[in-house]
């Protein structure tokens, strides 16, 4: 069959009857190719930023998208800037499934429907984006994306052929658009990556790790010669929700943008997320025991007794004083009835329940470490992924005061892992725990439909120096951390553990980037890495104690350059804080503060000391809105600004 007659005609000036009066926001546009295959393009601002590219799924070894027919095309309700449309697709022995589409001011979103009442087999997916000739991308290559291997690195899409990109992969076409292809609402399905098919194109895909395969342990970290090892497009069998006759795939999602400003502002992810359940958040985001707040944890410090009982009181104390809301118990803690000098015969919960009360005399709040499930040669992980040692668990944590919990190791986001992460989510709502996931995959908009969730890792963070040219490859630090704020942040906060001014600093960077870098690199789940002593003697000290973890506004400053310079102005109720972080070439950060409203303000600013790099220095100044500021930016180096009303 070819493209539809006139009454397709019809059907799609329904749907994309609001297109034309918004000619300026992005358009998704479906048609059959003259050989029955079903393809889209996309639009933005006038100008075709995706090509003509295929859709469509191979469900028990069938392939959904050719050969087939759009039988109608059904308008939804046009809100709020939001266009939705509904696409029915029929192969010629009549079987139909459905494709919604989403178009906004910023970029589109699709997603299938199929129809089932059992259970379906997945073998891969044809869904595509073609970019023209000479775009660049950003993304993180190499075999295993989830966790802490994040090579990133720059090329030009028709240089990826054969490559893994781990979404979300940034675009810069060659007409001035960037774009960013990542997943949204990935509930009970496989998690995707982007696959380079060809020279200029993309195309979701699944892997799974080569140690769950062989082991037959299907989550959780494997043997560590399985660590970075990936099977691509593996089938597996995914069954409806109960009461559901269809299987809902994540949302395919492309952001567009005309500058760096634009696409770090994109909200489509929450646009196309689930709500969250009202029996288990009353008030959303704002349901009253969800905390966003900072913490230490010892993971990363030095000394023997680091996980000790001893150590975290003193950071405890140490959190006091700098108003630090939280500390971290992480892994060891349910060890401590062997290791504690003075268990005396307690339990572990005692011993546990003994910190928390002392914390909360404080005004702090502890959180606690537990592997989602047993790690590989482990003999004393017992994870979560049984329901009543997980509800167990959950209630006592919640009994004797834990606020929240940091859960790790998942190491991959196959279906069942996928659904063990709603469950955890789920089963922490019921006792008012909030979570963050380490060891995990990227945020796919989870954080709106379970906002007892606050972060997740997914990233190559401070823990992971060291491990360069072994277990953690990844490109120089400098680069790495001045492509994150334009890439994995775009989909969510991540638990990246910043500031350490000890063995955890990585020598190409400064200690002024160092603290920059917790403005930068933010999240509502803030844990800093550094050791105590050296957080409570820092120059820098109050811009460790000043700053917020949820922002009223960010604005990208033109200077920015992906890889080479970030630069972000922030806003918090009536302060502004600038946060620069440099790439690997030295240089003079020059800026118009055009963004501050009109008035006269005190400046003070964090930067490097000009000949050291491990020294943090502190000037002031008044400036006023619209006035130019220039510093110096070593190799690796940055500042961050604190600016006041006066």
Known sequence: ??????????????????????????????????????????????????????????????????????????????????????????????????????????????????????????????????????????????????????????????????????????????????????????????????????PNQVRFGYVENKGHLETGVITGLPPSKYWHEAVRNVPWIVSPKEGVNEVITPWRVLMLAENLNGLVNNKILAKVSDKPDKNLFPDGSETDWIKPGRATFTWLVEGKDRLSIGNHKKYVDGCAELGIEAVVVDDGWELWQQTEKNANGRTKWEMLKELVDYAGERNVNIWVWRSSSPRSGNKTDIGLVDPKERADFMRKCSEIGVKGLKIDFFHTENLFTVNLMENILKDAAKEKLMVIFHGVNKPTGDSYTYPNLLAKEAVRGLETVGGENSWAPGPPWPYHNTVLPFTRWLVGPADYTPLNFRAFCPPSITFAHQLSSIYMLTSPMLIFAADMEDMLSSPGRSFIESVPVVWDETIVLPESEIGKLAALARRKGDVWYLTVLNGEEAGVFETNLDFLPKGKYKMEIATDTPGNRKLIEIKESKICSGQKMKEQLMSGGGFVARISAI
């Not at 089932?116 to 984006?129: K, P, V, W």
């Not at 899409?157 to 076409?173: K, R």
């Open 1 to 198: 069959m070819k493209l539809l007659n006139f009454n397709y005609l019809i059907l799609w000036s329904l749907c994309a009857c609001s297109s034309a009066l918004h000619a300026q926001d992005a358009t998704i546009r479906l048609e059959t190719t003259p050989t029955d295959d079903l393809s889209f393009c996309v639009f933005y601002k006038g100008k075709e930023v995706i090509r003509k590219s295929p859709l469509g799924m191979t469900i028990d070894n069938r392939a959904i998208g050719k050969e087939v027919r759009i039988k109608s095309v059904t308008p939804g309700e046009q809100t709020n800037g939001e266009r939705l449309c509904t696409y029915t697709i029929e192969k010629p022995e009549g079987d139909i499934y459905y494709i919604d589409t989403r178009e906004y001011a910023d970029g589109i979103a699709l997603r299938y429907r199929i129809p089932a009442s059992t259970n379906i087999c997945i073998y891969g997916e044809a869904t595509s984006f073609t970019f023209p000739s000479r775009t660049k991308t950003w993304y993180a290559s190499g075999p295993f994306q989830y966790g802490w291997l994040q090579e990133y690195q720059d090329r030009f899409t028709d240089d990826i052929e054969g490559e893994i990109l781990a979404p979300p992969a940034t675009f810069l076409t060659p007409d001035g658009v960037y774009a960013a292809i990542t997943e949204a609402n990935l509930f009970n399905y496989h998690g995707a990556v982007l696959l380079g098919t060809e």
